[in-house]
């Protein structure tokens, strides 16, 4: 049986910062949630990773000498097994060392009667998109901030194989 899937559909959207502001400042008035929704959407605009190899990423990865993440599973043409190592840069690292190290998982949460857990990106994204919903951002991803992650890289002068180094193409 083949499998199709459609051919992806270039974006040129980027997030405005004042959105940013706003997805951050609701993200914080969400008291019930226990995913910790700003630690990954920072992660995502400073360290681009999908949100799916966020929410997988693992503390026996950490590299705390060179400060970087071992990725993985990556997307990637050749099929499953890449695994890609990506420096934290900056505050990426601040974030990373913030989260309890309460499970395997970097990005955790507590669950009823103490009980911790991987979070799932599926429900990460749609906490996401209901805030989006509630703000009326409209054509706005989650998965744009990893585009918006390399794009604020180059505006501050780094070069191709620098933001390479992050993004791991």
Request: charged share 30%; proline share 4%.
């Amino acid at each position: 049986i083949s499998r199709r899937t459609a051919s992806s559909v270039a974006r040129e959207r980027r997030p405005e910062q004042f959105e940013l502001d706003q997805i951050l400042a609701q993200v914080d008035a969400r008291k019930k949630t226990r995913i910790p929704m700003r630690p990954i959407v920072e992660f995502s605009l400073l360290a681009g990773r999908r949100i799916s190899e966020t929410c997988r990423l693992l503390w026996e990865d950490i590299n705390h000498e060179k400060k970087t993440c071992v990725v993985r599973d990556l997307k990637n043409s050749a099929g499953k097994g890449f695994h890609g190592e990506f420096p934290l840069l900056a505050r990426a690292w601040d974030i990373v060392i913030a989260q309890p190290s309460v499970t395997r998982f970097i990005f955790s949460m507590q669950e009823s009667k103490g009980v911790w857990k991987q979070v799932r990106a599926a429900s990460a994204g749609a906490i996401y998109t209901d805030i989006k919903k509630v703000l009326g951002i409209k054509d706005l991803r989650l998965h744009d901030n990893r585009a918006e992650c390399f794009s604020r890289m180059f505006e501050e002068g780094y070069n191709v194989p620098e933001v390479q180094q992050l993004s791991l193409h």
